[in-house]
C-alpha cells in the first residue's frame, strides 16, 4: 500500500487548506482511515478517523468544529479540510491506514500500519 499526501503549506492564521491522501495497493474502500500530525518535539498525535462506510467520524477535542475528514471511494482519496487554522496547527501531517479491513483501530498511532509521507502545515502571519 502507498499513501500520498499533498496540499500543506504556509497559511496566516485563520484560513484554511485542504490535505489529500490518495491510496493504490488495496481496497481503499474497505479500510478506515486517519489523519495525525507531529509538530517538533512531540508525538504523533490523532487528528481525525473515519470508518470505511464513513458513517462514522472521529475527532479530537482540539480540532473538533475545525477539521473535517471525509473520503472519495471512486478516487482513492480522503481528505482533511482544515478551517480556521492556528498557529499551534503548524506541524507535519500524516495520513495512516490500519492493516486491517473494516476496523476504525482508534486514536493509538501504533495501531496503524501504512502511512503517507507526510505533508508540512504552516500557520504563521
Known amino acids: 500500500v502507498q499513501l500520498q499526501a499533498s496540499g500543506g503549506g504556509w497559511v496566516q492564521p485563520g484560513g484554511s487548506l485542504r490535505l489529500s491522501c490518495a491510496a493504490s495497493g488495496r481496497t481503499f474502500s474497505r479500510y478506515a482511515m486517519a489523519w495525525f500530525r507531529q509538530a517538533p518535539g512531540e508525538e504523533r498525535k490523532f487528528l481525525a478517523g473515519?470508518?470505511?462506510?464513513?458513517?462514522?467520524?472521529y475527532y479530537t477535542d482540539s480540532v473538533n468544529g475545525r477539521f473535517a475528514i471525509s473520503r472519495d471511494n471512486a478516487k482513492n482519496t480522503v481528505y482533511l479540510q482544515m478551517n480556521s487554522l492556528k498557529p499551534e496547527d503548524t506541524a507535519v501531517y500524516y495520513c495512516a491506514l490500519p492493516n486491517e479491513k473494516y476496523a476504525f483501530v482508534g486514536e493509538d498511532a501504533g495501531a496503524y500500519y501504512y502511512w503517507g509521507q507526510g505533508t508540512q502545515v504552516t500557520v504563521s502571519s
Open positions: 473515519m470508518t470505511w462506510t464513513g458513517n462514522k467520524r
